[in-house]
């Protein structure tokens, strides 16, 4: 079975700044996508970025790039020119590329706080 | 395009009651989910539906817990009866297939059982 860890329970950043937040996963699967979620206080989830595990591109969406480590089973979100409206739970996600094992596989979060 | 729409938003039950909850996925996606979020824990799959097919029910209490996705467009959750350890958020998403890249979600219920 798949797993998903994310050794930071907590982080904070200055306004304006640069973060990263970690998470590893461990798979015996070759073919995957892993995803980084925000969930703000209203409780939804939303897509931040997503990579798939066959590119060797790093993802980027404006702000918010990851660092893909394929052999050492790591996905790294940095948050560049951290904003106010940054602050939320961050959730790394794994999942399988089979159809059969299209759950979702999350980690147990990051709580983000901006600081002002 | 609206997106996965639940209600309601907020319940809060006595032990032993029945409760249910219901989701609309997105327009034309396939598949849908329902996950269990745990305060302070990510969520976790409870069953998937392809069309109108449990194909994922695994994870589902299956004695006290019980889903249908009539039609193959909308779906309901129900619990019956309720326990205090059920207390959580209950999250519904969907993607176009099984082999969609993102699933998409909705707000979610919170549910409080006292």
């Known amino acids: 079975a798949q797993t998903v860890t994310q050794s930071q329970p907590e982080m904070s950043v200055q306004e304006a700044e640069t973060v990263t937040l970690s998470c590893t996963y461990d798979t015996s699967e070759s073919d995957y996508y892993l995803f980084w979620y925000k969930q703000p206080p209203s409780r939804q989830m939303i897509l931040v970025i997503r990579?798939?595990?066959?590119?060797?591109q790093n993802a980027t969406e404006n702000r918010f790039s990851v660092n893909f480590q394929k052999a050492a089973k790591s996905f790294s979100l940095k948050i560049s020119d951290s904003q106010l409206g940054d602050a939320a739970m961050y959730f790394c996600a794994y999942r399988s590329a089979y159809t059969s094992g299209s759950r979702l596989t999350f980690g147990e979060g990051t709580q983000l706080t901006v600081n002002p | 395009e609206a997106g996965v729409v639940q209600s309601p938003r907020y319940k809060i039950i006595e032990k032993k009651q029945p409760v249910a909850f219901w989701c609309n996925p997105i327009s034309g996606h396939n598949t849908l989910y329902w996950y269990r979020q745990n305060l302070g824990q990510g969520p976790e799959l409870l069953i998937r539906y392809e069309n109108e097919e449990a194909v994922d029910d695994s994870q589902l209490p299956k004695d006290r817990f019980s889903a249908e996705r009539l039609k193959g467009v909308d779906s309901t959750l129900k619990i019956q009866p309720a326990e205090l350890g059920d207390s959580a958020v209950y999250l519904c998403?969907?993607?176009?297939?099984?082999?969609?890249?993102?699933?998409?979600f909705g707000p979610g219920t919170r549910l409080l059982v006292l």
């Open positions: 990579q798939e595990a066959y590119k060797q």
């Open positions: 998403a969907s993607s176009l297939s099984a082999g969609a890249e993102t699933q998409y």
